[in-house]
């Protein structure tokens, strides 16, 4: 059973991972958090983005840094099943039948423009999101722990893609937008290439996959208090009775922005939760989760735009603060001893 750390391990090991991948890239930091967040979460990440704006660099430089075994996928419309789970082939001179892991069968795995390949390849990963293993003939396989699936999707090339259907978009426990770097970030990025003369930046792994399954056994253990749960749940409800959406957000919404905000707490050095956590990562929690109505579609509402409206209607309820909740509760996580 892995180990839980101090919360001060936690956010320094968590900035310090940051800090290595920002080497390679520049002025996304909140998404490289995001992204950290949905692995400390155990959970996968959605990265939706025109070409060309660094989706597949983060997922590489962030198994890089992290010491985590990595693959990379890339979704076509002829990809089958057996080509992301392994196959059982057969044996040579006599011997038995072997099963041949898949490319699924990493810490860390790129499905790179997940929406090219059928919905029954698409599905394929479906298992694997959520129990952690595959299933090739009647026979099943766990994945190595951690697991984290990046997937990437072009959102504006839709000439014979497979969008994905609602039941494996709600598998993701967050759907990220890069965005176009800000001029001056882009100018730091062509020097920096510039400077050492090769495409890609060399990186330093800061930890590795058991030190990852400490660091989520330490988010397990934030606090998050019943401000936090109510917070959520209204949340989740308001999406349901808003009038541009045809269906609202599933239980597992709830669900992911309450495990979403405690990794968020950890990596700002917290050991419980705030309302405030779960405010912040609501847009990406949620808005891949409901379904907007055709009017609303045909309007060009988009379904960020809804959860904003959402946030904005529901009061955020007031949190204690450190000291409050440290003279009621006892000890915070912070002062957990190491190896707790």
Not at 243 to 248: F, P
Not at 299 to 314: K, M, P, Y
Request: overall charge negative.
């Amino acid at each position: 059973m892995d180990h839980a750390v101090t919360i001060e391990e936690l956010a320094a090991t968590c900035g310090a991972i940051i800090d290595e991948i920002e080497k390679a890239v520049v002025g996304k930091r909140p998404v490289l958090e995001l992204v950290l967040a949905g692995l400390l979460a155990d959970g996968h990440v959605l990265v939706e983005d025109v070409p060309g704006v660094a989706k597949t660099l983060i997922a590489r430089s962030l198994a890089e840094v992290t010491g985590l075994s990595f693959s990379r996928i890339q979704f076509t419309p002829d990809l089958i099943p057996s080509d992301l789970t392994g196959a059982v082939l057969p044996g040579l001179d006599g011997s038995p039948p072997a099963f041949a892991p898949g490319p699924l069968f990493a810490n860390a795995v790129l499905g790179d423009e997940i929406n090219r390949s059928p919905s029954k390849t698409q599905a394929a990963a479906l298992e694997a999101m959520e129990e952690r293993q595959v299933t090739v003939d009647g026979h099943s396989h766990p994945l190595p722990r951690p697991f984290l699936l990046i997937a990437t999707q072009n959102p504006v090339e839709t000439e014979g893609t497979y969008p994905l259907p609602e039941a494996q978009l709600d598998r993701f426990l967050v759907r990220i937008h890069v965005g176009y770097p800000a001029p001056a970030d882009e100018r730091e990025l062509l020097r920096r290439r510039l400077d050492r003369g090769t495409d890609r930046a060399r990186l330093q792994p800061v930890t590795d996959a058991e030190g990852i399954r400490r660091l989520q056994a330490t988010v397990e253990r934030i606090e998050a208090g019943d401000d936090v749960v109510d917070y959520a749940v209204r949340l989740v409800e308001a999406t349901r009775s808003h009038d541009a959406l045809e269906i609202g957000s599933s239980p597992r919404g709830g669900l992911a922005l309450v495990k979403l905000a405690r990794a968020r707490a950890g990596l700002s050095g917290r050991g419980f939760t705030t309302p405030d956590d779960v405010k912040r990562i609501a847009v990406p929690v949620l808005a891949h989760r409901v379904v907007l109505r055709t009017e609303a579609w045909v309007r060009g509402v988009r379904e960020e735009a809804v959860i904003q409206e959402c946030l904005d209607s529901v009061p955020t309820p007031s949190s204690l603060t450190t000291g409050d909740r440290t003279a009621l509760d006892g000890p915070t996580l912070d002062a957990a001893p190491a190896g707790s």
